[in-house]
C-alpha cells in the first residue's frame, strides 16, 4: 500500500474519532491490508496526538485469549497506545467521548524498570515490574458496529477508549497472576467473571510479548509506563450513566461511573 493511501485512511479514522462517528470497515476497501500496514496507520496517528500535546503512558495489549484470536484468525495478539488523555483512577467519572463502549477486566503492569527486546521472558517482566493494579479498559470503536477484521481493529489503536486504573497497587511479589479470579459487575450486577490465566496462561506472558514486538519496530517498554495485559473475561457493552465495578479478590477493586453526556447519538441504538 502506498505511503499516501495509509495516510488517507490514517486521517479518515482521526477524523472519526474526533467527531465520534463511525466509517466502514477499512478492510472492506483493502481486504488483503496486512497487519504492518495496520501498525503503520496506528503509528501516524499516534504521532499526530503527541504532535498535538498528548503523551503516551504506555500500552495496552488485545486478542489474547485463544478464542478471539482463533475468531479473527491470528496466532498472536496485538497492541495499541495509551495516552495520558485516556487515564482515569478508580471511583472516578469517566467523561471520554465514546462511541460505541465496551468494558474488560484486566491487570495493569506498572513497570520499574526499561524493558527493552528482544527476548524478553516472563521472567524478566515479573523482575522489570513495580506492581500490578486491576484495571478496566474502556474499549471503543470507530469501526461501524464492530465490524473489525484484524487490520481494522490494529490500525484503530487496538480499539482502544480510556482505562480506568485502581489505587491499590500490589507488589507482584505478593500477586499470584493466574489464579486470581476477577467479578465484573455493571450496576451491582455480575456480568463476567475470569482469572489471570485467562490471559495467554499468565499475564506476564503477554506483556513479553509486547516487549518483543515494539523490540521488531524499534521502540522499547519505559520505567513508568503502564501496561493492560489483557482481557480475563468476554467485553461488555455499557451506556452511559452505567457503573462499573471489577474486584480482583486481594488485589483490590476498580470502579467508575460514564458519564451520562459523553456518548455519541449512534451509540444509543
Known sequence: MAV???EDLAAELFAAERALRTIPPLTERYP???MEVAYQIQ???????????DRVVGHKIGLTSKPMQRMLGVNEPDFGHL?????YRSRDIVDFPLIQPKVEPELAFILAEDLPGPDVDADAVLRATRSVVPALEVIDSRIADWKIRLADTIADNASAGCFVLGDEPTPVRDANLTTCGAVLKVNGEVVETGAG?????HPAIAVAWLANKLSSLGTTLRAGDVVLSGAVSAAVPVRSGDHVA????R??????TLAKANLSESSWG
Open 197 to 201: 490465566a485467562a490471559v495467554m496462561g
Open 251 to 256: 488485589l483490590g477493586r476498580v470502579e467508575f
Open 246 to 249: 471489577l474486584s480482583f479478590g
Open 4 to 6: 499516501f493511501q495509509m
Open 43 to 53: 503509528l501516524l496517528n499516534a504521532h499526530k496526538k503527541q504532535q498535538a500535546g
Open 32 to 34: 488483503d491490508m496486512s
Open 83 to 87: 495516552f495520558a488523555s485516556m487515564r
